[in-house]
């Protein structure tokens, strides 16, 4: 078992940014790859950013490439999700959650999730 607390969410506007991070518990964090996803009213949870155990390899959706920076700290059991360059259509429910497989952009395969932070990007 993991358990998943997300913070970080808030309103900001155009342009701005922000920092989510997800804190972890229940198990060993380091050998845990993680993911970032996002979900609006109405739509399917959306893959935004994933960071394999080790923090070496990361992989981002096209639509947050060169804006997301996804990182972990294995010593405190977080791993984060700084957004610069924040668009209105980033808004959204920010959820993280644990693989436990190899690293991918499937929703399916995470088994674990957080409780999701809101983030809202006003024009």
């Known amino acids: 078992q993991v358990q998943l607390v997300e913070s970080g969410g808030g309103l900001v506007q155009a342009g701005g940014s922000l920092r989510l991070s997800c804190a972890a518990s229940?198990?060993?964090?380091?050998?845990?790859?993680m993911g970032w996803f996002r979900q609006t009213p109405g739509k399917e949870r959306e893959f935004v950013a994933a960071i394999t155990w080790t923090g070496i390899s990361t992989t981002y959706a096209d639509s947050v490439k060169g804006r997301f920076t996804i990182s972990r700290d294995n010593a405190k059991n977080t791993v984060y999700l700084q957004m610069n360059s924040l668009k209105p259509e980033d808004t959204a429910v920010y959820y993280c959650a644990v693989d436990t497989g190899v690293l991918t952009r499937r929703a399916t395969a995470y088994k674990y999730w957080g409780q999701g932070t809101q983030v809202t990007v006003s024009s």
């Open positions: 229940g198990r060993t964090f380091s050998n845990l790859n």
